[in-house]
């Protein structure tokens, strides 16, 4: 098929890739001309493991371009639109002023029988307000909606094995058989390998993805309000959590309490659909996904009261090396990541913070210059009166007690993620605190 993805930030510039990996011939469009660069080059302009190399072969093979002419698409017969839907400046909704550029500047380009299959999260109602855009320009092309659940870290499995595939279909007009069958051809390898596909409603299948990531969202704040429970009760939450993921129902996954989740997706997810709700009159229904948010914001803070706590009443003036500034481990995002804001906070209070981290120091610099960076963890270690563990990077959970020891100016340590064998840190002789497990 011959495939254009709108947009090459994060979705899009793993869609194209995997796209020309399963034999398509895909053009990739953005508007930013840097980032294009790069893209041709092979160059990923953010770190997810694997991709360079599947953007090379595919570059390679000839099955693969980028570019900022919008004219470049106008040869394709499918277009996924994978435009960025970030919150708002100063506000909670979804700013959708990237995604209604790109669908102005593709409708003159379409040809009779294209598909535009929308992929970027969206607040509901938006497909259907597409669909009539294309509808206004009297272009005959149909749109599907086909939201995307990639995680970052784990975004070439995710794009070309996902959990299911999602078709939200414009049920004001008659069902396009065509326009099914031409995104069936699109997803031939994963449908043939069993993966489910839904074929639902614009509505529903825009829900899907905010409430799958409100549903995930809900799990972590309720396993880090379990968490504070724990600290009052003398409770152990990781135990709590291994018992109660036994239950097949409730699940283990995502019951991981600690400092909470971060990146560009849950966050600003979970505040669109209450934002988008309110609009709809039906804010009610999803008041509880501010008390998500606020426990969520609350464990930053949780950490920051427990570095305090254990350097005696204040920070002021410590050396505290926190380990992580990524939002997870194998990604260098630092959008709305915890342990930045955490890193952020202990300065604001007088400590002398350094912060490690494999892959985000670029980042987080260009956002917290004020903050000192190293990507060597021993760096940060040296003479430090306190360390915390923000972002679980294997390098940091592999850490030995004793050597470690030996590094600082005084062991205790905060495991803000819960991911260190406890019991062999005490035992070297660390102070130790873990979140919920006192
Ligand atoms: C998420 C969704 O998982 C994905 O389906 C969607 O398409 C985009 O948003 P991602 O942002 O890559 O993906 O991160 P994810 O792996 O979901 O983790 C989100 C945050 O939750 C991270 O900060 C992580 O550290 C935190 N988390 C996760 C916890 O605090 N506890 C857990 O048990 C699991």
């Not at 990739?28 to 991709?51: K, N, Q, S, T, W």
């Not at 996954?253 to 669109?272: I, M, T």
């Not at 190293?374 to 850490?399: F, G, Q």
Request: aromatic share 6%.
């Amino acid at each position: 098929m011959r495939v254009s993805v709108i947009g090459c930030g994060y979705l899009g510039a793993v869609h194209a890739g995997v796209m020309a990996d399963l034999g398509h011939d895909v053009v990739g469009l953005d508007v930013d001309v840097a980032r294009i660069e790069r893209l041709r080059r092979g160059e990923v302009p953010f770190y997810e493991p694997g991709l360079a190399e599947l953007l090379k072969s595919a570059l390679a093979s000839g099955r693969l371009r980028f570019s900022t002419d919008p004219d470049d698409v106008a040869e394709s017969d499918v277009h996924f639109i994978a435009v960025g839907t970030p919150q708002t400046e100063g506000g909670t909704a979804a700013d959708l002023s990237h995604l209604e550029q790109a669908i102005e500047g593709l409708i003159p380009r379409l040809r009779p029988g294209a598909l535009v299959v929308g992929k970027s999260t969206v607040p509901v109602g938006t497909a259907r307000r597409m669909k009539d855009r294309i509808i206004a320009a009297g272009v005959h092309a149909d749109l599907i909606w086909n939201p995307e659940f990639l995680r970052e870290g784990h975004a070439i499995a995710d794009t070309r094995s996902p959990d299911r595939i999602v078709y939200g279909l414009d049920h004001d007009a008659a069902v396009s058989r065509t326009a099914v069958t031409m995104l069936d051809d699109v997803y031939a390898s994963a449908l043939s390998s069993g993966v489910p596909r839904f074929l639902t409603d614009y509505a529903t299948s825009e829900l899907v993805k905010t409430a799958a990531n409100a549903f995930l969202a809900t799990k972590i704040s309720f396993i880090n309000a379990m968490s504070e429970i724990a600290d009052v009760t003398g409770a152990d939450i990781t135990a709590l959590a291994d018992a109660l993921g036994c239950d097949e129902r409730i699940g283990r996954r995502f019951l991981n309490a600690g400092v909470g989740f971060g990146g560009g997706c849950l966050p600003k997810d979970v505040r669109a659909l209450t934002a988008r709700a309110e609009e709809l009159g039906a804010g009610e229904s999803v008041a509880f996904l501010k008390e998500v948010d606020k426990i969520n914001l609350r464990q930053r803070q949780r950490v920051t009261q427990l570095a305090t706590d254990m350097l005696g009443g204040s920070v002021y003036q410590k050396r505290i090396a926190v380990l992580g500034v990524t939002f997870k481990p194998h990604s260098d995002d630092v959008r709305d990541s915890p342990a930045l804001d955490v890193a952020v906070q202990l300065k604001g209070l007088g400590a002398e913070v350094v912060a490690a981290d494999p892959k985000g120091v670029e980042n987080a610099r260009a956002r917290h210059p004020q903050l000192s960076y190293t990507d060597d963890a021993e760096v940060a270690l040296a003479s430090a009166d306190l360390v915390i563990l923000v972002t679980e990077w294997d390098e940091y959970r592999s850490l030995d007690p004793e050597a470690t020891k030996a590094l600082v100016r005084s062991p205790k340590i905060i495991d803000a993620r819960n991911a260190l064998p406890r019991d062999d840190w005490r035992s070297a002789g660390w102070t130790y605190q873990g979140m919920g497990r006192r």
